[in-house]
């Protein structure tokens, strides 16, 4: 006997207003029985201007002895403007039915009512596109060829792509998904940006990109989207907003760019000094010769108006010159031969390297940087940590910029951290061997070409908050700056971008609004109070605790429902009914409140069991992973008890979080629970599959997303709490 199913595949590209996601429906087959397998799903996405041309290949493999029949039902929005769609299914095209909103809610209603399975409660409101799939061979399978184009809006050159994955890839995960991007613009490509995806990117030019994403087993809980921004202008800047009407606040996400392109006179000459550390610890796996390839691939790609020196630091300091030299091939042979005569031996004395570095930078109006690597402590000179950075502050009065790589985990964390965060720079910490040196070369390629330094925005008569990075960096050619904050009022406005260029003062004035009300973007608060979480966790971590700072994370951990190795005990609380640490909030805060932080700094043995330890391996990994969330430009995972090691998250806190979009949802007594609801406050209830369940859905389709999560939730919506009750 045939086994006869629902599948439903919601594979369209999706317009800018579009909130869908696909899914995979089995009747009678429980979500992710492993006799049905996505083997693979190969994206490809060439956009020309504003027109898109997607296809998409699917092999959809039967493991079970029966052969199946599927329908595959495509979301249309009705705001969308499709042609040339076609269909094959294992080379030869199905005829399918387009059918309108009307027709096609009530067939979604059906299936909702039939299933009792609200995920298809996104799609009500919208058309479909709908075709029959027979058969799936029992023990074979099935290839789905689908193509079609779109024209995506513009938004004053902004453009925004989605492809929908999200529904149905967390119940049968894609053994292989690839998504690959080309994107051509007759204007020049300034912003280029997925906060779904970690893209690679190649640019080609001021008018070619293209990015691709791969993964295996893929489970990822986040519908694919991009943003690229055109512009004529030498440096873009593009806006995205996010207001709900209740909210007081609105978010936002800014991103410059100067192009890919340009004039090699716009190019900012500069001075820098490589510091390296050359003690004997740097022999161990090759580090040090990793480190000259490494130093080398950075010389060679100097610009001929820089100047630079090599500076090499063990129990004594070492100079390539007494000064600054200027970037020409004579200089820079000479400095490669100089590099390759380095061999690893003494002690590490970063102060007194320090101390020579900074002393040669002088007064000429230019940007300055110190590319910093070490593998070990200080163990001669000045070797406490405080006295070490206070030495660097006084003596940086050309407000060099300091960028860190520490390699290997024997380093302290605490000493690089600060020291970057004094200065304007960032550390990145590394393994050693061939990492070391793709990753220093790797960054020198994105700071080799300055062209705005000494950065700053003024959002004229708009209020705007917390935003971060706190510190703005300097804009390199082909970069981009992503920034995240708050605003209060709403309305027009002329965002002000100025830097130093050759000394003097450069402004460029940007029109644009901030919308009373704007949910298009949903993605933004969440990514906010991502980069909010890690700038505050830091700040312990760093300069110690107090009880504000410890109450703000607890409160954005449960209304974001972000989850890292040092917060995942906060929100235990809201999920399982119980404290997971002590008994009363003081004692949290007193006693144990950061006890999974590896180091927090200003603590001693006598306080709190820790000893004033910033080096080794979990010291390393907490300033990668905070740092991580700090500089955050994608959606964080979803919290999972594989995501974090040592048992930090336990798996009845990672199963009972679920985050849609803007909100948050937590498993409490049977029910799921919007973050923002307070218990015991009124709600109406609605049984769920009830006419005044559909209702409420024609009447609020936006509802449909947060509803598709379960069968009993608390949702507040415009407004008002809703209690959808499956009893």
């Not at 100025?498 to 969440?526: A, L, R, W």
Request: glycine fraction near 6%; aromatic fraction near 10%.
């Amino acid at each position: 006997m045939i086994r006869r199913f629902l599948l439903i595949s919601l594979l369209l590209l999706l317009s800018i207003t579009s909130a869908m996601s696909q899914e995979y429906i089995l009747e009678r087959v429980p979500a992710g029985d492993k006799s049905f397998v996505i083997d693979y799903e190969r994206v490809d996405i060439k956009i020309k201007d504003q027109a898109a041309r997607v296809t998409i290949e699917e092999r959809l493999k039967n493991n079970s002895s029966s052969d199946m029949e599927a329908t595959l039902i495509f979301p249309m929005p009705s705001d969308a403007s499709i042609s040339n769609f076609s269909m094959l299914i294992n080379g030869k095209k199905v005829e399918g039915k387009i059918m309108d909103k009307d027709e096609a809610a009530s067939i979604y209603e059906s299936i909702v009512r039939q299933l009792k399975d609200p995920g298809l409660l996104e799609n009500i409101g919208t058309g479909m596109f709908r075709a029959r799939i027979y058969p799936i061979p029992a023990r074979g399978e099935t290839n789905i060829s689908i193509c079609y184009s779109q024209v995506l809006p513009s938004d004053l050159g902004l453009c925004k792509f989605k492809l929908p994955l999200a529904k149905r890839t967390s119940e049968w995960p894609v053994n292989e998904l690839t998504i690959g991007v080309e994107l051509s613009s007759s204007i020049p490509v300034k912003s280029f940006y997925s906060p779904t995806h970690n893209m690679s990117i190649k640019k080609d030019g001021d008018k070619t990109v293209k990015a691709g994403f791969e993964d295996t087993h893929y489970k990822g809980d986040k519908d694919f989207i991009l943003y690229y921004g055109v512009s004529e202008d030498s440096f873009g800047l593009n806006l995205l907003t996010y207001r709900d009407r209740g909210d007081d606040q609105g978010f936002f996400l800014l991103i410059a760019s100067p192009g890919q392109e340009l004039d090699k006179t716009k190019v900012l000459p500069k001075d820098i000094i490589f510091v390296l550390d050359t003690s004997g610890s740097m022999y161990d796996e090759d580090k040090i010769l990793y480190a000259q390839k490494a130093l080398k691939f950075c010389l060679s790609n100097l610009n001929s108006k820089d100047r630079f020196n090599v500076v090499t630091f063990n129990s004594v300091t070492d100079l390539y010159s007494s000064k600054l030299m200027d970037g020409t091939e004579e200089h820079i042979k000479k400095a490669k031969e100089f590099v390759d005569t380095l061999k690893p031996l003494g002690g590490t004395n970063i102060d007194e390297a320090f101390h020579v570095s900074l002393k040669q930078f002088s007064g000429e109006k230019r940007p300055k940087y110190i590319v910093f690597l070490t593998d070990g402590l200080p163990t001669q000179g000045e070797t406490d940590t405080n006295a070490i950075l206070k030495n660097i502050s006084a003596e940086n009065k050309e407000k060099v910029r300091i960028f860190s790589f520490g390699v290997g985990t024997d380093v302290n964390t605490l000493l690089l951290d600060l020291m970057a965060e004094q200065n304007q720079g960032y550390t990145s910490y590394l393994k050693a061997g061939e990492e070391m040196e793709v990753e220093v070369s790797s960054f020198f390629t994105k700071i080799s070409h300055p062209v705005l330094s000494d950065l700053s925005l003024d959002f004229g008569k708009i209020k705007v908050k917390d935003i971060y990075p706190k510190d703005l960096p300097d804009l390199f050619r082909g970069s981009q700056l992503i920034l995240a904050g708050r605003y209060t009022e709403a309305g027009h406005t002329a965002i002000t971008m100025s830097g130093k260029v050759n000394g003097e003062t450069k402004k460029y004035v940007y029109e644009k609004t901030f919308p009373e009300k704007n949910t298009d973007n949903s993605f933004i608060p969440c990514l906010w109070a991502t980069r909010k979480i890690g700038y505050l966790l830091n700040e312990i971590r760093l300069h110690g605790e107090n009880r504000e700072t410890v109450e703000e994370i607890k409160a954005l951990s449960v209304k974001y429902g972000i989850v890292t190795p040092y917060t995942s005990f906060l929100i235990q609380e809201e999920v399982t009914g119980r404290r997971p640490l002590s008994q009363s909030p003081e004692d949290d805060y007193d006693n144990k409140l950061y006890s999974n932080m590896p180091y927090v700094h200003g603590r001693d043995e006598g306080k709190s069991g820790y000893a004033d330890n910033s080096s080794g391996e979990v010291n390393v990994q907490a300033s990668k992973v905070l740092n991580e969330y700090e500089k955050a430009e994608t959606l964080q995972p979803a919290p999972s008890s594989e995501a974090y090691r040592g048992g930090a998250l336990t798996k009845d806190v990672a199963d009972a979080i679920k985050t849609v979009e803007d909100k948050t949802f937590y498993f409490k007594s049977g029910i799921w629970t919007d973050s923002l609801y307070k218990d015991g406050k009124d709600k109406i209830e609605v049984k769920f599959l009830s006419d005044k369940y559909f209702e409420l859905l024609k009447t609020y389709p936006k509802l449909g997303k947060y509803l598709s999560i379960g069968n009993n939730v608390i949702v507040l919506f415009e407004g008002k709490a809703y209690y959808i009750s499956e009893k």
